[in-house]
């Protein structure tokens, strides 16, 4: 019949000759979920299977309140990582999903570049769950933006697949071209932090027409992955620039220290 799994869903609406629990039932009966990062068979939709879980370091425990990263000793309320205490970060705080290994690197990585968009509502699940101190009074979800050279060849821009994901679970307001980027940037894989910094120094604004919209207003960045912070500290500076209340930082994941 070729039918995908949205339309056996809407005719579950629509129909009410089995009980709901067995309608429930019948997508994944038809199409057996798999998991996220390799295809084994899992139980439910948009799950990873036992073992990729146990591979991916999800941050749960206590982590610096600034920059989010994860303590191995809980230090106690309210203190900084060392990196913070020496060098605070522009934006105010910033959480992540998990850290970027070689297991979150193969899930991130075919999201991003193996058109594996089918996995953002299970990343924007995860990320209202980690982002959710962020998230409980923000006005507004922000993507951060690809040059419309990249975005032509890669036809989405990941972040902003994230903010739609993150808006459906939560519903925080969305503001999908609040930043542009002015420039095409080198890529940073391979650069060192200060050649990071200067690659991106001055790529984002906020455009003049969305400075009303942004103005005053607590923000949510979101973003894929976060490795030195060159990036999402040039988007918070053009965001404050324009008079953003907070710049907080939503990622995926992001690389230890």
């Known amino acids: 019949m070729g039918l995908k799994r949205a339309q056996i869903n809407d005719l579950i609406e629509q129909t009410g000759l089995l009980s709901a629990d067995v309608?429930?039932?019948?997508?994944?009966?038809?199409?057996?979920?798999?998991?996220?990062?390799?295809?084994?068979?899992?139980?439910?939709?948009?799950?990873?299977?036992?073992?990729?879980?146990?591979?991916?370091?999800?941050?749960?425990?206590?982590?610096?309140?600034?920059?989010?990263?994860?303590f191995e000793l809980d230090p106690g309320p309210g203190a900084l990582c060392g990196a913070c205490v020496q060098s605070p970060p522009l934006y105010d705080r910033a959480r992540a999903v998990f850290l970027y290994n070689e297991a979150s690197r193969a899930l991130v990585t075919g999201y991003k570049y193996g058109d594996r968009t089918d996995r953002a509502p299970s990343f924007g699940r995860w990320l209202a769950r980690a982002g959710g101190e962020l998230l409980a009074d923000?006005?507004?979800?922000?993507?951060?933006?690809?040059?419309?050279?990249?975005?032509?060849?890669?036809?989405?821009?990941?972040?902003?697949?994230?903010?739609?994901?993150?808006?459906?679970?939560?519903?925080?307001?969305?503001?999908?071209?609040?930043?542009?980027?002015?420039?095409?940037?080198q890529q940073q894989v391979g650069l060192s932090h200060a050649k990071r910094r200067r690659n991106v120094r001055g790529a984002f604004a906020?455009?003049?027409?969305?400075?009303?919209?942004?103005?005053?207003?607590?923000?949510?960045?979101?973003?894929?992955?976060?490795?030195?912070?060159?990036?999402?500290?040039?988007?918070?500076?053009?965001?404050?620039?324009?008079?953003?209340?907070?710049?907080?930082?939503?990622?995926?994941?992001?690389?230890?220290?």
Request: aromatic letters at 4%.
């Open 23 to 70: 309608w429930r039932r019948l997508p994944n009966l038809i199409f057996p979920p798999r998991c996220l990062s390799c295809e084994a068979a899992v139980l439910d939709v948009g799950a990873l299977c036992g073992s990729c879980w146990l591979d991916i370091h999800f941050i749960d425990g206590a982590v610096c309140p600034s920059c989010g990263q994860p």
């Open 206 to 257: 906020v455009p003049d027409k969305r400075i009303s919209a942004i103005s005053g207003q607590k923000v949510v960045l979101v973003d894929d992955v976060v490795t030195s912070g060159a990036t999402i500290e040039a988007c918070t500076r053009a965001l404050k620039k324009a008079g953003a209340a907070r710049v907080d930082i939503l990622a995926l994941a992001r690389v230890a220290p």
């Open 138 to 185: 923000a006005d507004l979800l922000i993507p951060v933006p690809l040059h419309w050279r990249r975005l032509f060849l890669r036809r989405f821009n990941q972040s902003a697949l994230l903010v739609q994901a993150v808006h459906r679970e939560t519903l925080v307001p969305v503001l999908l071209d609040g930043l542009e980027r002015l420039r095409s940037t």
